[in-house]
């Protein structure tokens, strides 16, 4: 991912808030809990998570992106990597990954996958949202400064050794053109 970082600095910095409203994802806890939002970008995943009640903290490496979710939210930011978190063991009892693995190479993935599981608190969960193989935007992301790879939820889930699979499912959405948006989500959960 070595590079990438100014990438999506210059793409917070020419887009701004890039994604807003908030985002569907599962509720394990009911609202009550610590929560981090890796890779929190704009803020939409981190404002999903406010909204439902969590204790939220961010993080991305785009120093571009924690400035401006710092500007338009009451939480806690830093700037860092999934693949070396700046949180002590057991910090968090949720943690949301949506469209950030699949911006990491599989040579990187057990270290991410490590990080996440050193974070979480016992019980606590983990949802991933990635594009999958045959996405609509797939082929169209040739040649993009940004990196991508699709994978499969059971490839996802392959990674977190030692976590059990709440959920896992291939997502697929037909838009009005025709063409199919593909997505994989992944609930995790570290049991005691």
Same mark, same amino acid.
């Not at 908030?22 to 394990?28: A, F, I, L, S, V």
């Not at 969590?54 to 693949?83: H, K, N, P």
């Given at each position: 991912?070595?590079?990438?970082?100014?990438?999506?600095?210059?793409f917070y910095?020419?887009?701004?808030?890039?994604? /807003?409203?908030?985002?569907?994802?599962?509720?394990?806890?009911?609202?009550?809990?610590?929560?981090?939002?890796?890779?929190?970008?704009?803020?939409?995943?981190?404002?999903?998570?406010?909204?439902?009640?969590?204790?939220?903290?961010?993080?991305?490496?785009?120093?571009?992106?924690?400035?401006?979710?710092?500007?338009?939210?009451?939480?806690?930011?830093?700037q860092g990597?999934?693949?070396?978190?700046?949180?002590?063991?057991?910090?968090?009892?949720?943690?949301?990954?949506?469209?950030?693995?699949?911006?990491?190479?599989?040579?990187?993935?057990?270290?991410?996958?490590?990080?996440?599981?050193?974070?979480?608190?016992?019980?606590?969960?983990?949802?991933?949202?990635?594009f999958a193989?045959?996405?609509? /935007?797939?082929?169209?992301?040739?040649?993009?400064?940004?990196?991508?790879?699709?994978?499969?939820?059971?490839?996802?889930?392959?990674?977190?050794?030692?976590?059990?699979?709440?959920?896992?499912?291939?997502?697929?959405? /037909?838009?009005?053109?025709?063409?199919?948006?593909?997505?994989?989500?992944?609930?995790?959960?570290?049991?005691?």
């Amino acid at each position: 991912m070595t590079g990438q970082e100014d990438v999506w600095d210059a793409f917070y910095r020419s887009n701004g808030r890039a994604w /807003r409203g908030n985002c569907r994802m599962p509720d394990p806890f009911g609202g009550r809990g610590d929560a981090l939002d890796i890779g929190c970008g704009s803020g939409k995943s981190t404002s999903s998570l406010i909204d439902m009640g969590y204790d939220v903290t961010g993080v991305d490496f785009s120093a571009e992106a924690v400035s401006i979710c710092r500007d338009r939210f009451d939480a806690r930011f830093e700037q860092g990597s999934v693949l070396a978190l700046p949180f002590p063991d057991g910090s968090f009892d949720y943690i949301t990954l949506i469209h950030v693995l699949e911006h990491v190479p599989d040579g990187d993935m057990p270290s991410a996958a490590y990080e996440v599981r050193r974070i979480l608190r016992t019980g606590g969960h983990v949802f991933i949202r990635d594009f999958a193989p045959g996405d609509l /935007r797939s082929g169209s992301r040739e040649g993009s400064d940004i990196d991508y790879f699709h994978r499969g939820p059971d490839a996802i889930a392959g990674f977190f050794d030692g976590l059990s699979v709440v959920s896992s499912e291939l997502v697929e959405e /037909r838009t009005r053109f025709g063409a199919v948006r593909r997505r994989s989500e992944v609930l995790l959960r570290l049991d005691p």
